[in-house]
C-alpha cells in the first residue's frame, strides 16, 4: 500500500506527527505537496467535495486506497496497527488514542500561545494577549501536561521507557515531536522544566536515536522549526 | 452492561455528548457525580493514578466493566457500535470518529470566545480579549464550521437528513448539541446565520424531537445551559 500524505509543504506542523510514524515504519508513502516541480501543486484540491461526500475540513490528510482520511489523531489511529505502531488489543489502542488526543490537546495550546485571539492574523496583531496567553500556558498548563506524562511514564506496568505497553508506538513518536517542538518554542521554560521530567526527556533522546528517525531527522525531508508552524520561537514568550 | 459516566455535575460541558448517546440509546447508565446524598463526591478519584496505568488526563470518562475510557470522541467511538449509534464498516467509522474531532475543535474554540487566555481565571478576567476571540470566532471561524456541516449535509450520497450514512449516528446528537449550545450563546448570530444553513437546522429540529431526546431534554437528567459550562450567553460576545 503506497500511502499518500497531504499538508503544507513548508512546516512540520500536525503533519509533522504523521511524518514520524511512516518514516519509522519505513512505509510506502508519497509527501504530494513536496514533490518536485508542479505535480505537488494541487495538494489542496483534497479538501473539494469528494463524490463519496467524505470531504477533509483541514489538512493534514492521507489517502489509503480509495480511503481518505483526516484528522491528525485519527489517520495514526487508522495506521497504527497497519504500521505495527500500537498493540493489537482494543483497549491498547483506546489507550494509546487517547493518549494521542491529550497530546492534541497540548498542541493546541502551545499553537495558541502565540495565536491567541485568531489564527487568521498575524502574530504581530494579537502580541498583548499573546504574552498574557504564554503566562499562562508556562505557569500552569504546561507544567500539568508534562508532568501528566511524566507520571504515566513511571506508572506504565509495562516499564517507562513507553507510553503504551512494552514496546514503540506512534504515541511515543508525537511525544517524541512535542517535546522537540517544545524544546525550540520554550528553551528557557523547558531548560527549566526537564530536570523534574527525566523519563520524558529519555524518551524523547531514545526516540531521536532510532536509526530510522535519525536519518530522517538529518535529511531534507525533516522541515526545520521556523515561525510559520505551531511551535514558533519568540523570545518574548519565553520569559522565565 | 451498565456504563459508569464520570463528569462533573454541575455543567452540560463535554459530557453531554456522551449523556446524549447514551439517553438516546436508551443504555443502563449512572451519571455518577450525580448520585443522590454523597455516594457520587469521589467521581474525581477517578483521575488518580489506575493501577493499570491508564489514568485520564481530564474528565469526562466512562467506566465500563474493567474499562476506563476518557476524551470524548474517543467514548463516543467505543460506543457507537455498542449503542448502534454508528454504521458498521471501518470506513464508516473512521469517517464518524473524524467528524466527532471535528466537532470537538469547534467546541473548543467556542469555550475559548469566553477563555482567550486562561481556563484558570474567571471571564471578566479576560474579557477584552473575549470581545476580540468572539469577534474573530463570528466573522469567520463559526460560519467556516456550520459552512462545513451543512454543505456535508447536502452532499451526503445516503441524504441530507444524516452526517453519516443513512440512519442516526452520534454525530447527529453531537451537532444537535453543538447547535443548542450556539443558539443559546449566539442567539443573534445564530438567528442571522439559520437561513443559510436551513440543513442544520431541520437536523436539529429531528433531533430535539426524537421521542427519547424530547423525554430527556424535559427532565431533570438535562441540566440547564449556565454560566459555568462551554456555552455561556454573554450578550457582548454577540454583537453583530
Redesign the interface.
Known amino acids: 500500500m503506497r500511502y499518500e500524505l497531504y499538508y503544507w509543504p513548508e512546516i512540520q506542523g500536525r503533519g509533522e506527527f504523521i511524518r514520524l510514524a511512516l518514516e519509522e515504519a519505513a512505509a510506502d508513502y508519497v509527501d504530494i505537496a513536496r514533490l518536485p516541480g508542479k505535480r505537488g501543486n494541487a495538494f489542496e484540491r483534497i479538501l473539494e467535495?469528494?463524490a463519496?461526500?467524505?470531504?477533509?475540513?483541514?489538512l493534514p490528510a492521507l489517502k489509503a486506497g480509495k480511503?481518505v482520511?483526516?484528522?491528525t489523531?485519527?489517520i495514526l489511529?487508522?495506521l497504527g496497527p497497519r504500521l505495527g505502531l500500537v498493540p493489537k488489543a482494543e483497549?491498547a489502542r483506546?489507550?494509546a488514542?487517547?493518549l494521542q488526543?491529550?497530546i492534541a490537546?497540548l498542541v493546541?495550546e502551545a499553537h495558541?500561545t502565540h495565536h491567541?485571539?485568531?489564527s487568521?492574523?498575524y502574530y504581530e496583531e494579537?502580541k498583548p494577549?499573546a504574552l498574557?496567553?504564554a503566562a499562562?500556558f508556562r505557569a500552569?498548563r504546561l507544567p500539568k501536561?508534562l508532568g501528566?506524562f511524566e507520571?504515566?511514564l513511571g506508572?506504565?506496568?509495562?516499564g517507562d521507557r513507553h507510553l503504551v505497553g512494552r514496546s514503540l508506538s506512534y504515541v511515543d513518536l508525537s511525544l517524541f515531536q512535542v517535546i522537540a517542538g517544545l524544546d525550540h518554542a520554550f528553551p528557557r521554560t523547558m531548560a527549566r522544566m526537564r530536570p523534574r521530567h527525566p523519563l520524558l526527556a529519555a524518551l524523547h533522546r531514545r526516540v531521536a536515536e532510532r536509526p530510522r528517525i535519525a536519518a530522517y531527522l538529518a535529511s531534507e525531508r525533516r522541515i526545520p522549526f521556523n515561525e510559520y508552524g505551531i511551535f514558533r520561537h519568540y523570545p518574548e514568550l519565553d520569559k522565565t
Do not use: C, K, V
Request: glycine share 6%.
Open positions: 467535495d469528494a463519496d461526500g467524505r470531504t477533509p475540513f483541514a480511503l482520511i483526516s484528522q489523531a485519527n489511529q487508522f483497549a483506546l489507550w488514542h487517547q488526543l491529550t490537546d493546541g495558541d491567541p485571539i485568531a487568521g492574523l494579537q494577549e498574557r496567553r499562562d500552569q501536561f501528566y507520571r504515566l506508572i506504565n506496568p509495562a
